[in-house]
């Protein structure tokens, strides 16, 4: 318990990002083990090399799409608690867990997820995934099974499936909507971060 | 309403009429069985024109009426269902329906005559459900959750067990049930055999239901895997029965616990063992494609068998027999092996099921197994619930800590309120040694209550149970295509956070499952063909334009016809034009009565097109690229015209084997030589002049101008007068489906330019007769004569070059150069029957 509260204390501002997070003290610390080993050179900090030199996720068809949703546009480095804070949109939505009543959303809500998952097609930030932006994801995800014209005709049908508006495109709003059925809290949740 | 209730009774009154004299004629009839010489002497006094031979058919005889009842009973409860009731399950239904039948057997009879034996429920009636329903599993739910499934099966089982046996032991010391003779190690026996849901009822309940698919998927997964559990249970109780109580110590419970290790994991390796041979086995069925569907049966019996055979769990293996073989047995058989076994497996599956629950109501009614002790039958009733429950919410509690997504407490009073039993305990019950086990009969009736109490009772209760408590119901949405990509995305997603996370979680297992299963076991069970092209998201993109394309049809259909999409320019022209009957002597094969084709264009229906098989020559050009097609589908009509001018007039062919009819390589190669014969005679005659030529051109022209403006049929039929032979007119009844396949506007007919052997539109791209000279030799003598027409030839001779064709002798082979597998897949169904 000793080594554990010193852990701890070595974070700054631990019980913000807790409170923030959700997470346990024990999870706090395991990611922060696992941050100082990504960071290898002890700056305090991660650069997309460091993520670049898991070598699982360099062989993930959409890795730096993911390397890329932990850097803010500009930044070149992710601190712990950025860190901590992306990794919470994937702590299973606990239940019991009394809700305050003028919290802010958590993290790891419905709508988090979907945004975080979102962001990753939208890779422009201008709010809507655009046919090319879809046909690069699914290239990348669908590979050389499938030939240029299947890939697209595919696009045409998923943003056709999605597209509310008639923009040709795939707003937030559209994207959340045609996932309604879909388990989020299933599906875009770690067991280990509960 | 009434008019239901009358066809109910009307079909009561039929069974009776005819299960009737059916027993009776069975139980007059012992006598003669025991004697068959009387039989034999009474032939021999002369020569009987008809005779009655009950005894030759009478096992078959009652076999297939039995089936046959049990089918009627299932269509007037489904009767009953949609009219009068919809709150009774059907399980419970056909129990009820089997109480009557068994009434009538028993009025008739005064005695039961026939009963579910275990051997029958074991080896006729409970394998193909269980492989239809791992057959149809959905197996990343299942995988996704088996450690749950596992935990209720085995632990779960293990619980009901003990507990019910251990209490009914301790309410019996109690004096609760009087004097029984019946000690500690039967009551454990009884606790096992009793303490699994059964698959069977809990598919039959919980399909009707619709409950999430999670709490679905955790009551029959655990339905079916428990029986490895059961059966090792009831095993070990039953040599510790034999064995007798002091003769048991640590060493045979060991062994005991041992043997459930082997019994229910060598099951399941079995299992997978034969799911390999019977995928390996599909690989190379391509040349007996008509049977492969029967593989499936075969090799998911002989895992069944097997297993049993080495005394493993015959249940575990077929189950996973049909859990891993699915996937590489769709992708390997043919599309239509697909569909058989599918269609096959779930006629198989309904009907015994529906012949367990009937016959488990028949064989309530027999007064020798009815042994009633309140006590013994009532606290085992309330034992089998409540412990049920208590089994249910301790695991689940222990269970909840470690899933991801917890089960909620609804799904946990369904869950256990699901546990319903059925068939498989009540054959175990029944292979119970009577000298080993004094009170078996109390133990069948009991478990015969308990089980008509769970499916009757609880089954009827259910649906109500499910809407009241709110329970989470399947969603029943429409596939969509963003779904399943998001889906995908989310499992990248997922395992790169778990490498970000730097921990080995279940994203990572399944990564690594899924890419050792690409990398090296589709590469072991599937064709290499299946393997290429099987993205999963394209598959669904693929069936979503199906489903699209199916919806297009039926929606145009109920608004007309659809044939405009064929329409095209070229094609334009109607056949009833006047040529025809200028060129009689041209084209002596292409007069077929037209007023035919009239009618069937009339009549254009575009099912009737997609289902029609029976095309003699089918020269399929779906799937073909259409762009290019409208020049070459005048040739293409042509062509069929002539080639359906075989010898052979019946092309109505039987064949064991194949579906389509008069595809062999020989016939077509026949039939395409004398067509090539009767056109170089045709060329002969123009050039002679007896052919007014220039004419034909002049005419070709104009038609051309005025495409639609005369296509009117002008004379009803009979246009082309003598030439019109009925030989010709019945062909054309078969023709209609493919000549309409490919083209045309309604009365648009064809301008063909192959039709005019002496014009010089280089409009038409497709001669055929000449486009094949290098993939089919022309007769030696058609060679022979081929520079007759030199002229012609020099001109028609850069249309070889042209590839635009969509003939498909030229398709044909241009995709055996190209594409092997294809080729080869068209081969097959080609008949060898001739």
């Not at chain 2, 002369?46 to 009655?52: A, D, E, H, Q, R």
């Not at chain 2, 005048?634 to 062919?653: D, P, T, V």
């Not at chain 2, 490919?742 to 052997?757: Q, S, W």
Request: proline share 4%; net charge negative; glycine share 6%.
């Amino acid at each position: 318990m000793g080594s554990t509260s010193s852990t701890l204390l070595k974070i700054p501002n631990v019980e913000v990002l807790m409170q923030e997070t959700g997470f346990s003290p024990a999870h706090i610390i395991r990611l922060h083990d696992r941050f100082k080993a990504l960071d290898k050179e002890g700056r305090g900090h991660l650069c997309p090399q460091d993520f670049g030199a898991i070598k699982e996720l360099a062989m993930n068809p959409i890795g730096d799409r993911i390397i890329g949703a932990f850097f803010s546009p500009g930044k070149e480095t992710v601190d712990f608690h950025t860190f901590v804070k992306i990794l919470a949109h994937f702590r299973p939505v606990d239940k019991d867990r009394p809700k305050e009543p003028n919290s802010p959303e958590p993290i790891n809500s419905r709508s988090n997820k979907l945004k975080f998952a979102f962001q990753l097609y939208d890779q422009d930030k201008d709010g809507k995934i655009s046919r090319d932006e879809l046909l690069k994801v699914l290239r990348s995800m669908l590979g050389m099974q499938v030939t240029e014209e299947q890939l697209e005709s595919i696009a045409d049908r998923t943003i056709q499936e999605a597209d509310l508006d008639r923009d040709e495109a795939i707003s937030f709003e559209e994207f959340r909507k045609s996932l309604e059925k879909v388990n989020i809290d299933h599906k875009m949740s770690i067991r280990f971060l509960r | 309403m009434a008019s239901s209730i009358c066809l109910c009774l009307l079909r009561a009154v039929f069974l009776v009429c005819f299960v009737n004299p059916l027993i009776q004629g069975l139980s007059g009839d012992v006598n003669l069985v025991q004697d068959p010489r009387h039989r034999l002497e009474k032939n021999l006094t002369g020569l009987s024109i008809v005779t009655f031979d009950w005894h030759h058919v009478q096992t078959p005889y009652l076999v297939i009426t039995w089936v046959f009842v049990a089918g009627l009973a299932k269509l007037s409860v489904i009767e009953l269902n949609h009219h009068v009731i919809s709150v009774v399950p059907e399980s419970g239904l056909l129990i009820i329906l089997g109480f009557i039948l068994g009434g009538i057997v028993w009025g008739a009879d005064k005695a039961q005559t026939f009963k579910l034996l275990p051997p029958t429920f074991f080896y006729y009636l409970l394998p193909q459900i269980i492989l239809d329903a791992s057959y149809f599993m959905p197996n990343k739910l299942f995988f996704s959750n088996l450690g749950s499934i596992l935990i209720y099966a085995i632990f779960g089982t293990c619980w009901n067990a003990a507990t019910v046996g251990l209490s009914l032991w301790g309410c019996y010391e109690a004096g609760v049930m009087g004097n029984l003779d019946i000690g500690l190690l039967q009551f454990l026996l009884f606790g096992s055999l009793i303490a699994a849901v059964d698959p069977v009822a809990v598919i039959a309940v919980f399909e009707e239901v619709h409950v999430n698919e999670v709490l679905f998927i955790l009551v029959f997964g655990e339905s079916l895997l428990n029986d490895g559990v059961t059966v090792v249970l009831y095993n070990v109780f039953d040599a510790f029965v034999a064995l007798g109580g002091p003769r048991i110590d640590a060493e045979e419970i060991f062994k005991g616990i041992f043997s459930f290790v082997v019994v229910a994991f060598g099951g399941s390796f079995l299992g997978v063992v034969f799911a390999v041979l019977l995928s390996l086995l599909t690989r190379c069925t391509k040349h007996i494609q008509i049977i492969e569907a029967g593989f499936v049966f075969v090799v998911g019996y002989l895992a069944y068998l097997t297993a049993d055979m080495l005394s493993l769990s015959a249940i575990l293996s077929v189950t996973f027999c049909g859990i891993c073989c699915q996937k590489y047995v769709n992708a390997n058989m043919d599309e239509k092996s697909v569909t058989t076994v599918r269609h096959a497996m779930k006629v198989l599956a309904n009907g015994s099921e529906t012949m367990i629950f009937v016959f488990l109501g028949i064989t309530a009614i027999d007064t020798e197994i009815w042994v009633w002790n309140t006590g013994f039958i009532l606290l085992t009733l309330l034992f089998v619930f409540i412990y049920r429950i208590i089994g249910v919410f301790l695991l689940t509690w222990m269970l909840n800590k470690f899933r991801l997504v917890p089960i909620e407490v609804i799904d946990q009073v369904v869950m256990s309120y699901g546990g319903l039993r059925g068939a498989v305990a009540y054959g175990l019950a029944a292979m119970l040694d009577k000298d080993k086990i004094p009170e078996k009969n109390l133990i069948i009736s009991t478990t015969l209550i308990v089980v008509y109490f769970t499916v009757i009772l609880q089954g009827i209760t259910m649906k109500p149970l499910v809407q009241w408590l709110k329970v989470k119901r399947a969603a029943h949405s429409d596939l969509k295509l963003i779904e399943k990509l998001n889906n995908r995305a989310f499992d990248h997603i997922l395992a790169a956070v778990e490498d970000i996370c730097g921990r080995i979680g279940d994203n990572w297992w399944t990564r690594g499952w899924n890419r050792f299963e690409e990398n090296y076991i589709s590469w072991l069970l599937m064709k290499p063909k299946a393997r290429k092209n099987r993205d999963y998201l394209f598959s669904i993109f693929h069936k979503l334009n199906l489903e699209d394309a199916v919806n297009y049809v039926s929606e145009g259909e109920r608004q007309g016809s659809l044939a405009f999409i064929r329409s095209d320019e070229v094609a334009n022209v109607d056949f009833k034009k006047q040529f025809g009957s200028e060129f009689t002597d041209v084209m002596p094969d292409i007069m077929v009565n037209m007023s035919n084709y009239e009618l069937g264009i009339e009549n254009f229906s575009v099912t009737s097109i997609v289902k029609d098989t029976i095309p003699s020559v089918s020269l399929d050009i779906h799937g073909k690229d259409r762009k290019n097609a409208a020049d070459d589908i005048n040739a293409h009509h042509l062509l069929q015209q002539h080639l359906y001018r075989s010898r052979k007039n019946h092309r109505h062919k039987f064949s064991r084997s194949h579906f389509s009819i008069n595809q062999s390589e020989d016939e077509v190669q026949e039939i395409f030589q004398r067509t090539m014969r009767s056109r170089l005679e045709s060329f002969k005659s123009a050039k002679m002049g007896v052919n007014p030529a220039k004419k034909i051109t002049k005419h070709h022209k104009k038609d051309l101008t005025h495409k639609m403006a005369n296509g009117h049929p002008d004379g009803t039929d009979h246009l082309y007068g003598d030439e019109v032979d009925s030989a010709v007119g019945s062909e054309t009844g078969a023709i209609r489906g493919t000549f309409m396949r490919d083209t045309y506007t309604v009365r648009a007919g064809i301008e063909n330019p192959v039709f005019l052997p002496a014009m010089d539109s280089p409009t038409h791209s497709s001669l055929p007769w000449l486009m094949e000279t290098d993939a089919v030799a022309p007769s030696q003598r058609a060679q022979w004569r081929l520079p007759w027409t030199p002229n012609r030839l020099r001109r028609l001779a850069p249309m070889r070059v042209s590839t635009c064709s969509t003939d498909s002798f030229l398709m044909a082979d241009l995709e055996e150069h190209e594409e092997k597998p294809q080729t080869d897949h068209e081969e097959e169904i080609r008949p060898v029957f001739d």
